[in-house]
């Protein structure tokens, strides 16, 4: 079984059942409305980019344990001019459980077709859609298309529920328009119960 859980903003928590990994934390003040969860624990994290509300590490607290699943980088960019605007940025790649879950971190350009097709059939896509500091709600579905994920989950946008996230213009509204198969969940669910049954996963 595989849990993924949502910390908020471009934040997860992945959990094999034996071992636990933290994706992008963030420093508190970092998104407008947004304070990193207290007392999480786990085994390993790692960072998409080097900034602020991503680059959190010492908001958790690490085990010392090795995990029991792989994961692989993919570097790209944080803008469309080559990393000149914002800098540098990692796809991640995760093998869990017999699961591919890809994580986007802040991409802010189309990718080339090597990577498509390293990514394309996962089981989970983690996709920014802010529209400014990373691709949009049109161009992600464009990506959305082309690897074709089980499961697609929205990050980095604008959250009208609890006024959390930096404006974007209405993203998620736009992104959601696409998919017929949508599915509401809090803070976590399990992968493999999902699969085949929904398109996109968001958080309330």
């Known amino acids: 079984m595989t849990i993924l859980r949502y910390l908020g903003h471009s934040s997860f928590l992945l959990d094999s059942e034996s071992s636990t990994l933290v994706i992008d934390p963030y420093k508190d003040g970092s998104v407008p409305g947004l304070t990193f969860p207290k007392g999480i624990v786990c085994d390993a994290v790692v960072t998409s ?35 000149a605007l914002r800098g540098p940025n990692k796809i991640f790649i995760f ?28 089981d989970v896509l983690l996709a920014p859609i802010n529209g400014h500091f990373t691709l949009g709600a049109d161009a992600i579905y464009d990506l959305v298309c082309q690897v074709e994920p089980k499961i697609t989950v929205p990050m980095h946008y604008y959250r009208m529920e609890d006024n959390s996230g930096y404006p974007d213009g209405g993203q998620i509204e736009t992104f959601l328009k696409h998919f017929d198969r949508v599915k509401e969940v809090h803070d976590s669910f399990v992968v493999e119960e999902e699969i085949g049954f929904t398109d996109v996963i968001i958080f309330k």
Do not use: M, R, S, W
């Open 49 to 83: 980019h080097n900034h602020d509300d991503h680059n959190a590490i010492d908001q958790v607290l690490l085990t010392g344990l090795d995990i029991d699943f792989t994961y692989e980088e993919i570097p790209c960019y944080h803008d469309n001019q080559k990393g």
């Open 95 to 122: 093998y869990i459980n017999g699961l591919k879950i890809v994580h986007l971190g802040d991409l802010g350009h189309a990718l080339d077709k090597e990577t498509i097709e390293k990514l394309k059939g996962c």
